[in-house]
T-cell receptor, first 112, second 115 residues
Framework: GNSVTQMEGPVTLSEEAFLTINCTYTATGYPSLFWYVQYPGEGLQLLLKATKADDKGSNKGFEATYRKETTSFHLEKGSVQVSDSAVYFC???????????FGTGTQLKVEL | DAGVIQSPRHEVTEMGQEVTLRCKPISGHDYLFWYRQTMMRGLELLIYFNNNVPIDDSGMPEDRFSAKMPNASFSTLKIQPSEPRDSAVYFC?????????????FGPGTRLTVT
């Protein structure tokens, strides 16, 4: 079956630090990959996505590259801000019923 | 577009009472998903619908939980009777198969507290 593994949190960084949140997956077929972000008190919202190998998704300074050879989709940002403090979820979909398989989420805390 | 709408945003009830959560998906979306989020178990898929038909309810915890989708613009998740362990944030999400992107759009959630 499908599964997503994310690094444990919380991750605490100083403002302007470099961010990496690791995500690896197991899937049948060729999944689409996603990063969702959940700000405090809100629902999840799509941050970025990639639909095929070697695609790079990017949004709001965040990037992630679909690496088929390592089955990974690590999230990166060159310089984080306090406003990036949130929980980040890696997810995949293999198309069966539009059903997403989510990782457990990684909480990011950015301090001044 | 108003996005996915959920009501109520907060619900506090006593153990044994019936609770009904409501969701209005984005117009034109043909998939609807109900999730539950807790600190202990994270984000769990409870049930999802395609064209108003339940496709997979294997995540519904027990018979106290039921979900319906009488039409394309409305769904309910009911808990009867409620128990303190049902306290969680319940999210509704919708998506459109025809878009090809599989992106799900989440509502703001209903925070349920059962005392």
């Amino acid at each position: 079956g499908n599964s997503v593994t994310q690094m444990e949190g919380p991750v605490t960084l100083s403002e302007e630090a470099f961010l990496t949140i690791n995500c690896t997956y197991t899937a049948t077929g060729y999944p689409s990959l996603f990063w969702y972000v959940q700000y405090p008190g809100e629902g999840l919202q799509l941050l970025l996505k990639a639909t095929k190998a070697d695609d790079k998704g990017s949004n709001k300074g965040f990037e992630a590259t679909y690496r088929k050879e390592t089955t990974s989709f690590h999230l990166e940002k060159g310089s984080v801000q306090v406003s990036d403090s949130a929980v980040y979820f890696c997810a995949l979909c293999t198309g069966g019923g539009n059903k997403l398989t989510f990782g457990t989420g990684t909480q990011l805390k950015v301090e001044l | 577009d108003a996005g996915v709408i959920q009501s109520p945003r907060h619900e506090v009830t006593e153990m044994g009472q019936e609770v009904t959560l409501r969701c209005k998906p984005i117009s034109g979306h043909d998939y609807l998903f109900w999730y539950r989020q807790t600190m202990m178990r994270g984000l769990e898929l409870l049930i999802y619908f395609n064209n108003n038909v339940p496709i997979d309810d294997s995540g519904m915890p027990e018979d106290r939980f039921s979900a319906k989708m009488p039409n394309a613009s409305f769904s309910t998740l009911k808990i009867q009777p409620s128990e303190p362990r049902d306290s969680a944030v319940y999210f509704c999400a919708s998506s459109q198969q025809g878009s090809g992107s599989y992106e799900q759009y989440f509502g703001p959630g209903t925070r349920l507290t059962v005392t």
